[in-house]
């Protein structure tokens, strides 16, 4: 199972517990057993996944994945979805899930111990569709100026709304020093065609100028009308991107998830996000702090996580970075592409003669260009121009080629070069 900021943070609350709580310690509690849970089921009408996993040690953030259960969501007229297990700890619905705002859900699972876990009865809170986004030039606290991207978040209703967001990003990456050439032939069979080592180029068949990158978040973000003091609606800041920051360097792009929550669950969230902060190792913690809405059938064993069920709404933007800094140049490339370096084919002393049917070698037996080109680290820059092949006896130059890091003429060293389906420029 991927990690998770929920997974680590939940394993990391657990051993503040022992370390802080004494009746709840070692003795009386075997993190051998304890069930994490992560189930983040939506209206949206799709197959969805529940992560199941366990604690691996006492006080540790490791986790390993819960196998062999039988996990089924169902509902208060007695319908049942199944989730079969689509990879070591990962449950995926059996059919496209398709859950109803009139109907009551739970969760239960069965694990292959024989252990038994149901959650409460829970529904889908009230959609909230996300509307308006937008981004915004902003300078943060540190006055580094940039592009926030901010969201207003309202209530239906004279109760607060709350909320939880997860982004997708995608941007383009351009190689500066394109040129249309690879590598052809790589070869480092001395004796086999009779020319010994060497490396060709051709020209590339394939885009190597424009790629896509893609960034997800990593963080628990949670909003909530209760931060507005008269109204409830207002707008909510996210993502701060420096203008300095590649990834709007050229193309970018934002997918947006909003989760309608109920109060409880939010408050789960709120009190796990928390925990992450260090400073809270240093208050008192309190079992039950954290309530989870998963329960033991029987046996001696706990489960942590939350059965979370969620409105959903999503929207996309596209920034262009010239729409905000026009006149600024370009952030810099992440790859530096200013030193050229020359490795040589054959290495100083270099020299191979067959005996007996094995290859004696004198010197070091590998080519740094070769090695370079075989570990995906360098590109075709140029020809060298002092290579004299004719006189390779000689060895009065042993590089044939000017390169430079891989990514400074291939994106695909630093993304995928397959246009996504909903990119627009």
Excluded at 288 to 316: M, W
Aim: proline share 5%.
């Amino acid at each position: 199972m991927p990690r998770n900021p929920l997974m680590v943070t939940l394993l990391f609350f657990l051993s503040m517990v022992v370390s802080c709580v004494e009746e709840f310690t070692a003795e009386t509690l075997n993190f051998e057993d304890i069930l994490v849970v992560e189930a983040k089921l939506t209206d949206k009408v799709e197959q969805q996944r529940i992560f199941l996993s366990r604690t691996s040690a006492l006080l540790s953030d490791s986790s390993q994945n819960e196998v062999g259960a039988n996990v089924r969501l169902v509902d208060d007229a007695g319908n049942r979805i199944l989730f079969l297990e689509s990879s070591p700890g990962v449950y995926t619905s059996a059919t496209i899930l398709e859950l109803s705002h009139d109907r009551a859900y739970r969760l239960e699972i069965e694990t292959r111990d024989n252990l038994k876990y149901k959650s409460s009865w829970e529904s889908l809170p009230e959609r909230n569709d996300l509307k308006d986004m937008a981004f915004k030039k902003v300078s943060n606290d540190s006055g580094e100026e940039g592009v926030s991207v901010a969201v207003q978040i309202k209530s239906k209703s004279q109760s607060p709304s709350y909320f939880r967001y997860e982004y997708d990003e995608t941007y383009q990456i351009i190689a500066p020093e394109y040129n249309g050439v690879t590598w052809d032939e790589v070869d480092y069979d001395y004796f086999g065609d009779g020319d010994g080592w060497e490396v060709t180029i051709k020209l590339e068949r394939e885009e190597s100028r424009i790629c896509y990158g893609k960034g997800e978040s990593n963080d628990i973000i949670l909003a909530s009308t209760e931060l507005f003091d008269s109204d409830a609606t207002g707008n909510f800041e996210f993502r701060f991107l420096s203008k300095d920051n590649y990834v709007i360097s050229n193309r970018y792009s934002i997918l947006v998830k909003q989760y309608s929550l109920h109060p409880d669950t939010y408050t789960f969230y709120n009190t796990i996000d928390s925990f992450s902060d260090f400073e809270s190792v240093f208050h008192s913690i309190q079992p039950g702090a954290v309530e989870s809405n998963i329960n033991s059938e029987n046996g001696n064993t706990i489960a942590i996580g939350y059965f979370d069920l969620s409105s959903y709404s999503e929207k996309r933007l596209f920034l262009s970075y010239t729409d905000f800094f026009p006149d600024s140049p370009l952030p810099p490339y992440p790859v530096n592409c200013k030193r050229i370096f020359k490795p040589e084919l054959y290495t100083e002393g270099f020299h191979a003669t067959a005996i007996h049917g094995y290859i004696e070698v004198d010197g070091a037996s590998n080519s740094p260009l070769m090695d370079g080109i075989l570990s995906g680290q360098i590109g075709f820059y140029a020809q060298n121009p002092d290579y004299d092949q004719s006189s390779q006896d000689l060895y009065p130059e042993r590089a044939p080629y000017l390169v430079k890091p891989l990514g400074c003429s291939d994106c695909r060293a630093l993304g995928s070069n397959v246009r996504p389906d909903f990119w627009i420029d």
